[in-house]
């Protein structure tokens, strides 16, 4: 049984998510442009979804996280197309400088586009005030400030074109290093909180707030110019859609991205697919209409979408965490061996950070059910996270059941399925509903990070408002979060009340 055990896992788990609605593939999949969690990935996205659609293609946009995320995505054909930067290709996802870099993509089926016009290219910034009390002007400069407090975003943390390369290659002695989402490095570098961070050159931030982009007098950072990398197949499939992005090349110009950035982050916080849409229509003329809101756009239906979103990861992962689990505690607490051997499995993925196993089921589930990104991987990881209360509570509460009272009941002749069914189960049903009450809260929680990952509900508003620093958006997945979370825990303290009177 023991070996059984992952395999009875893998089964119950495609099963589950085979069976919602919208995650098994469609037989015309549409044209999915993907972007990053940041400002100008989004505008980029909506454009090439946008131009996609003028190309008489059905096309949706899909935000997932970060740059793995992203290419695993176009490799996997989960996504068809999505903006990159040159400096990002070569640094971190083929980590070569190859002499031709477009061979280099196509061994890999991945086509890519001419520059679209301008770079965003990585560099330092600070307040202009501070630096000029440092003295500080490049980034050479800092070796002689090891006081100075650093944020950057994870990836930035992580990237070998990141902090690891800038400080190996400035030979910089801070140690006040932080990660923080970039869009708060910017309030906590205004606020004195940090004294340095990362800034891309085409944000809109550097003139709001006026600061100071430090020379990389030591030419560490690359080229980053913004292109279009797609699947190789997308061009027999919607050749028209390739023709429609690659449109964009050579078409838009440094300032006139940080103005589009601006008009999102800044004081307005337009909506991307506005800022995308005019772009379009000033500089090609093309008016193919914006990527639809959840809802019907008012607040009261972008909640219900939401909602109905976030439900879709949360149920299905409950029940077959339940549908699992209950049995899983009911052998361990038969058999002490194989008990051990589940409490410490389901201990282990308890302590996984939830992006990685977010990321890590992206191929997991591209194997089982052909479904990379979306609902799938989110559903996965939440079920898989939801085992360890309902196991160790089963276990428990049938473990605490006096030995005297099965020995009675099998003195009058019950099978042991009858003394499970007919006594143990009832007898442990308060403490496994409070596993599973646990196992639900949890769930509610841990499914907003599927925004990562372009799976919806509450993390999608949360992300976006966090990207933006756009507080009522942010509150807009936040508080439904936590509604849902009361009125599941409430749900179930009135099952088990009534479980426990029955009882």
């Known amino acids: 049984m023991t070996r059984q055990l992952p395999a009875f896992v893998c089964a119950a788990l495609a099963a589950t998510v085979a069976l919602v609605p919208g995650c098994s593939p469609a037989a015309q999949r549409p044209v999915v442009i993907g972007s990053k969690k940041f400002t100008e990935s989004v505008i980029l996205a909506e454009m090439g979804t946008q131009l996609a659609r003028a190309g008489g293609a059905e096309a949706r946009r899909d935000d997932l996280g970060g740059t ?47 520059p679209l016009g301008f770079r ?31 944020g950057f975003i994870h990836e930035f943390l992580d990237r070998p074109d990141g902090w690891p390369g800038v400080k190996r290659h400035y030979d910089l002695p801070q140690t006040d290093v932080r990660g923080m989402n970039h869009t708060l490095a910017y309030r906590a570098l205004v606020e004195r909180a940090i004294d340095v961070t990362e800034v891309y050159t085409t944000d809109g931030e550097i003139a709001q707030y006026d600061l100071l982009v430090l020379d990389d007098d030591r030419n560490f950072f690359p080229a980053y110019e913004a292109v279009w990398l797609y699947r190789a197949d997308l061009e027999s499939r919607h050749p028209k859609a390739v023709e429609q992005l690659r449109r964009l090349e050579g078409r838009v110009t440094e300032p006139q991205m940080q103005r589009m950035n601006s008009l999102a982050q800044g004081e307005q916080k337009k909506d991307e697919r506005e800022v995308a849409g005019e772009f379009l229509t000033q500089t090609l003329g093309v008016t193919a209409g914006a990527t639809a809101e959840p809802g019907d756009g008012t607040l009261a239906g972008r909640v219900l979408e939401t909602t109905r979103e976030h439900l879709k990861l949360v149920l299905p992962s409950l029940l077959a965490a339940v549908l699992v ?59 898989l996270y939801s085992l360890l209360p309902i196991v160790r509570n089963a276990h428990a509460g049938l473990t605490s059941i006096p ?95 009534a479980v426990a009177r029955r009882g």
Request: glycine residues 10%; contains cysteine.
């Open 120 to 150: 965003n290219n990585y560099a330092l910034g600070m307040r202009k005030d501070v630096a000029a009390a440092k003295g500080v002007r490049s980034i050479s400069y800092l070796r002689q400030h090891p006081e100075l407090r650093c």
């Open 325 to 383: 689990a209950v049995p899983l505690g009911v052998l361990a607490a038969r058999r002490p061996a194989l008990g051990r051997v589940a409490l410490g499995a389901t201990g282990v993925l308890q302590t996984v950070p939830s992006l990685a196993l977010l990321l890590f089921m992206i191929p997991v589930m591209k194997w089982l059910v052909d479904e990379g990104t979306g609902p799938a991987p989110a559903i996965a990881a939440l079920f």
């Open 68 to 114: 793995p995320a992203l290419w695993l995505a176009l490799t996997q054909g989960d996504i068809d197309a999505y903006p990159e930067y040159t400096g990002t290709i070569t640094r971190q996802i083929l980590k070569d400088d190859p002499p031709d870099l477009a061979a280099a993509l196509a061994a890999q089926g991945v086509r890519i586009s001419k």
């Open 403 to 497: 030995a005297p009272l099965r020995e009675s009941a099998a003195a009058l002749g019950l099978s042991p399925w009858a003394i499970l069914w007919r006594i143990e189960l009832p007898l442990a049903a308060p403490t496994i509903l409070a596993g599973v009450r646990t196992a639900a809260v949890i769930n509610v929680g841990t499914a907003t990070l599927g925004g990562f990952i372009g799976a919806g509900g509450y993390g999608r508003p949360i992300l976006r408002g966090i990207d933006k620093f756009d507080v009522p958006l942010m509150l807009e997945g936040a508080i439904p979060a936590a509604v849902l979370a009361l009125a599941i825990e409430g749900l179930f303290g009135l099952v088990e009340r």
